[in-house]
Nanobody
Framework: QVQLVESGGGLVQAGGSLRLSCAASGLTLANYVVDWYRQAPGKERDPVATITSARSIYYLNSVKGRFTVSRDDAKNTVYLQMNDLKAEDTGSYYC?????WGQGTQVTVSP
């Protein structure tokens, strides 16, 4: 059974940092394009970071220089390091590998 499990969300003050994890079972993340999505309250779910099988990386412009996506193949986990967090980064964060989604983890940034 394929499962993606996000963790690492929480409440943080503006300027703080969090590291999100997306741990996979039933599939090998290195074989997929893995995306991190963010869904702010009342808004659509939008991609914020992508890492490909070849480790090509893409970011939403608003998070460039603050967020870093990486993959640990030994742990079959993709990470999203988020620094200098802003109130507008608040939302639920989801990872996606192919058609598989995790359940999400909540990030709340207080002003």
């Amino acid at each position: 059974q394929v499962q993606l499990v996000e963790s690492g969300g929480g409440l943080v003050q503006a300027g703080g940092s969090l590291r999100l994890s997306c741990a996979a079972s039933g599939l090998t993340l290195a074989n997929y394009v893995v995306d991190w999505y963010r869904q702010a309250p009342g808004k659509e779910r939008d991609p914020v970071a992508t890492i490909t099988s070849a480790r090509s990386i893409y970011y939403l412009n608003s998070v460039k220089g603050r967020f870093t996506v990486s993959r640990d193949d030994a742990k079959n986990t993709v990470y999203l390091q988020m620094n200098d967090l802003k109130a507008e980064d608040t939302g639920s964060y989801y990872c996606r590998a192919g058609s598989n989604w995790g359940q999400g983890t909540q990030v709340t940034v207080s002003p």
